[in-house]
């Protein structure tokens, strides 16, 4: 199957920061991923669909001003979470597709 | 609103039999499902999916079933092994295999050796 990465891995940081999830198709190119959160025993979440080359599509509820999502290239997208508080705390995880849709590995982000 | 539901939130197994896990949704709109397993920590793997316009698909071990009028799929994985065990979630897409996805809560397995 095809490769989805993530970086980092794991973040902790303090509130008020603003934190980088990279999320990258290492063996192809993919016009759209997807950021999906999920909290602990939870289901995941979308937040938000990213295409290459325009603004990315928010699910309701998600602030696109707190959530920054960029689709530089065909096999990068990153997920900003700006002036981050504690409840924001959560598993991160994105996904690209190729015939189907292939998850990356997830970022885990505690914010103290 | 849940639109896929798990509503069993573990099984218990023996090594050998086989495991069904279940998904129900609501959206009449969904035509495609997908089963992924999930470890601890780490990003959902694919197992196997089926589109509105097939009743079954079989991939080794796997089979999913689908019942349109039901709203309704399952996953059976026969022989059941200890390294199934993990969390399993039912997902479905309105758009086809390129469409965003909405995930059920998950069921976790557990293959007893």
């Known amino acids: 199957g095809a490769v989805v990465s993530q970086h980092p891995s794991r973040v902790i940081c303090k509130s008020g920061t603003s934190v980088k999830i990279e999320c990258r198709s290492l063996d192809f190119q993919a016009t759209t991923m997807f950021w999906y959160r999920q909290f602990p025993k939870q289901s995941l979440m979308l937040m938000a669909t990213?295409?290459?080359?325009?603004?990315?599509?928010?699910e309701q509820g998600v602030e696109k001003d707190k959530f920054l999502i960029n689709h530089a290239s065909l096999t990068l997208s990153t997920l900003t979470v700006t002036s981050a508080h504690p409840e924001d705390s959560s598993f991160y995880i994105c996904?690209?597709?190729?015939?189907?849709?292939?998850f990356g590995p997830g970022t885990r982000l505690t914010v103290l | 609103d849940q639109q896929v539901k798990q509503n069993s939130p573990s099984l218990s197994v023996q090594e050998g039999r086989i495991s069904i896990l279940n998904c129900d949704y609501t959206n009449s709109m969904f035509d495609y499902f997908l089963w992924y397993k999930k470890y601890p920590a780490e990003g959902p793997t694919f197992l196997i999916s089926?589109?509105?316009?097939?009743d079954k698909n079989e991939d080794g071990r796997f089979t999913v079933f689908l019942n349109k009028s039901a709203k309704h799929l399952s996953l059976h994985i026969v022989p059941s092994q200890p390294g199934d065990s993990a969390v399993y979630f039912c997902?479905?897409?309105?758009?086809?295999?390129?469409?965003?996805?909405?995930f059920g809560k998950g069921i976790t397995l557990s293959v007893r050796p």
């Open positions: 089926i589109s509105s316009i097939k």
């Open positions: 996904s690209a597709i190729y015939n189907e849709q292939f």
């Open positions: 997902a479905a897409s309105a758009n086809g295999a390129n469409s965003k996805l909405t």
């Open positions: 990213s295409n290459e080359g325009s603004k990315a599509t928010y």
